[in-house]
């Protein structure tokens, strides 16, 4: 069954998807929700986007700045109204940052108007796309990789509540992870059918 869905949509821009509901992408840091965002996005010819960066261009400056000048409870409130206002607009992929899922209100709102998808990383998987960068401010502590842990463990049971998990194993290509992607998300009509 797998064989026939990827014959069908692999390749193909836009071979006739129709999108019912925004796909919220939710998962850790370094899961890839932008990466297989944008991909996923341009495979079903809809918008890509993404709760990070439209916070930062309303305020005009980075995550890791706000997060310094006004703190994380200023930052989940206003990642709160982004995430409300694009599920309001038109229907397309939404990646959302690592710690949007694990409040309540953007749970619900998710739920009323979209379709979370989970892309499900392992610890080491994640710590492999994260330790080199800078961007995450939840990891300028003395020991990131315990940090992040932590955070793993606090997270997957939210995390878990999404409509659909697909696996992120760290060996997949951005292409194949888009494709199971699709798969998912063909196997929910009232949230993708091909055309």
Do not use: C
Request: glycine share 8%.
């Amino acid at each position: 069954m797998s064989e026939i869905k990827h014959n069908t949509h692999s390749g193909d821009t836009q071979a006739g998807f129709d999108l019912h509901k925004t796909v919220v992408l939710v998962g850790m840091m370094g899961a890839g929700k932008t990466a297989v965002g944008r991909a996923l996005a341009a495979r079903l010819g809809v918008p890509f986007l993404d709760s990070d960066a439209e916070i930062e261009s309303a305020a005009n400056m980075t995550i890791p700045e706000i997060f310094e000048r006004d703190g994380e409870p200023f930052f989940r409130t206003k990642e709160t109204q982004v995430i409300g206002r694009l599920l309001e607009e038109k229907k397309g992929i939404l990646s959302t940052g690592g710690g949007a899922f694990l409040q309540p209100e953007n749970r619900s709102t998710i739920a009323q108007k979209g379709a979370a998808v989970w892309l499900r990383a392992d610890l080491n998987v994640l710590w492999n796309r994260v330790r080199h960068k800078d961007t995450r401010p939840l990891l300028r502590t003395a020991d990131p990789y315990a940090t992040l842990k932590s955070l793993y463990e606090a997270r997957v049971p939210i995390y878990a509540q999404a409509d659909l998990t697909v696996e992120s194993d760290g060996e997949t290509s951005i292409e194949n992870m888009v494709g199971r992607v699709v798969d998912a998300l063909l196997a929910r009509p009232d949230v993708l059918e091909l055309r």
